[in-house]
């Protein structure tokens, strides 16, 4: 018995390179979903890891940065935040972080490009 196919539709799917069960630690939404400022999961919304480890969407840690309280401190373990230069977290089409750097009174991820609130 021969099987002929006349048409078929290939689906991929991705995922960032952590462990299922962990989640921004600012909005506590999974990696695999969006943060509240983005439409899609995947390259618009990468993640940062902190020399402390702890691993947030961009938008949520560049607000969290940009609030005079949070002074430049992880909102997870209070150290001061700096992006983990030797750890780039993979996607099937993920871009490299930035680092964070002060620019005019304010916290930014440079290097990251993300959209104005």
């Not at 373990?77 to 972080?97: H, L, N």
């Amino acid at each position: 018995m021969k099987v002929h196919i006349k048409s078929w539709k290939g689906v991929a799917t991705w995922s960032w390179d952590v462990p299922k069960e962990e989640v921004c630690g600012i909005c506590r939404v999974s990696f695999d979903g969006t943060c509240p400022t983005c439409k899609y999961p995947g390259d618009e919304c990468p993640l940062v890891v902190g020399e402390c480890t702890h691993r947030f969407h961009v938008h949520c840690i560049s607000k969290w940065l940009n609030v005079e309280t949070s002074k430049n401190l992880c909102p997870m373990c209070r150290r001061r935040f700096q992006t983990k230069q030797d750890e780039t977290i993979k996607a099937d089409t993920s871009s490299a972080m930035g680092s964070v750097v002060q620019q005019g009174g304010s916290t930014v991820l440079e290097g990251t490009q993300y959209p104005s609130m």
